[in-house]
């Protein structure tokens, strides 16, 4: 099994634990919301400890820069393009100094070690 997979199902697992947690008796989410607590941190961990690393070590950078900074594609169909959300926006790209797809890629993978952070208080606080 390959990492991606292996997260996607973990992905599929805390999401099953949160529709029990909605639909059961306190008692029952209580239990729920300490395994989705504890799936969540193995599931953290795995990804900032090994996934990650590897993504910014051996991944394409440049891909996932262009990815994120250009047209989406989800199964064929156009979702959307950031250039058009930015112009929105009432960025100045002229104004600004254009940062390049592995910049962008580094920044993603920078971001998502901030996400993890945040649930982790987030988890903490509950």
């Known amino acids: 099994m390959d990492a991606v997979h292996m997260l996607q199902q973990d992905h599929r697992k805390v999401e099953e634990l949160f529709g029990k947690f909605l639909t059961g008796d306190e008692d029952l989410r209580q239990d ?3 395994q989705i607590f504890k799936e969540l941190e193995l599931h953290s961990t795995l990804e900032e400890e ?8 051996q991944g394409d950078l440049e891909e996932l820069g262009t990815l994120e900074q250009g047209d989406r594609e989800i199964d064929g169909k156009k ?3 950031q ?3 930015d112009k929105d926006e009432g960025e100045d790209e002229a104004d600004e100094e254009e940062e390049t797809g592995e910049e962008i ?3 993603v993978i920078d971001s998502v070690y901030e996400d993890h952070q945040a649930v982790k208080e987030l988890i903490g606080r509950l």
Not at 50 to 57: D, E, H, Q
């Open 32 to 34: 729920v919301a300490r």
């Open 50 to 57: 090994l996934f990650y690393p590897a993504l910014r070590n």
């Open 79 to 81: 979702m959307f393009d």
């Open 83 to 85: 250039s058009e959300i």
């Open 105 to 107: 890629g580094e920044d």
